[in-house]
T-cell receptor, first 112, second 114 residues
């Protein structure tokens, strides 16, 4: 099976940088994804790492180390609108089409 | 990019009645769709994988007779919550993937059973 661990909550101030870590245990690895979800909304895709290293998309970056079964999401120049829940997720290809398994989520609160 | 539409966005129903939720892939064909349930302040828990033209695959602990899934076309999957009870009140979200892109989610359905 698959399991992912991430901190339950993180607090930071506007303009700061915050890192959300994710460790995973999987039977087979097919990449680590990150999603953002605002209260009452749908999860939206932020970033994906299939190989080791850093992926950068604007203010958001994601890092993966497959040997450590570890990744993180880095949010720079934090804005109030970044207050949301952030989920890491892995694909499970044990059934056709694959399925996405989520971590428990990290609630980020950005303070003025 | 890929768009997934989900309806209704919210529904209130009486205990014992059934509710149908629709999930459509708007600009791509999805042979597989996924249904999740999310309780407040919790993660998305996969309920089942919907397969076009065949039976859905349910996750352990999910009652297939209670959560009926139909995937009759390449763009539509439906989830019917049968004989709903207050404990079924939750946020239900569907997802699909247009390969090789990321998984895209519907806007979710907030179900309240009274």
């Amino acid at each position: 099976g698959q399991s992912l661990e991430q901190p339950s909550e993180v607090t930071a101030v506007e303009g700061a940088i915050v890192q959300i870590n994710c460790t995973y245990q999987t039977s087979g690895f097919y990449g680590l994804s990150w999603y953002q979800q605002h209260d009452g909304g749908a999860p939206t895709f932020l970033s994906y790492n299939g190989l080791d290293g850093l992926e950068e998309t604007g203010r958001f970056s994601s890092f993966l180390s497959r040997s450590d079964s570890y990744g993180y999401l880095l949010l720079q120049e934090l804005q109030m609108k970044d207050s949301a829940s952030y989920f890491c997720a892995v694909r499970d290809l044990s059934n056709q089409g694959g399925k996405l398994i989520f971590g428990q989520g990290t609630e980020l609160s950005v303070k003025p | 990019g890929a768009v997934v539409s989900q309806h209704p966005s919210w529904v209130i129903c009486k205990s014992g009645t059934s509710v149908k939720i629709e999930c459509r892939s708007l600009d791509f064909q999805a042979t597989t769709m996924f249904w999740y349930r999310q309780f407040p302040k919790q993660s998305l828990m996969l309920m089942a994988t919907s397969n076009e033209g065949s039976k859905a695959t349910y996750e352990q602990g999910v009652e297939k007779d209670k959560f009926l899934i139909n995937h009759a076309s390449l763009t539509l999957s439906t989830l019917t919550v049968t004989s709903a009870h207050p404990e079924d009140s939750s946020f239900y979200i569907c997802s699909a993937r247009e390969s090789p892109g990321p998984y895209t989610f519907g806007s979710g359905t907030r179900l309240t059973v009274v």
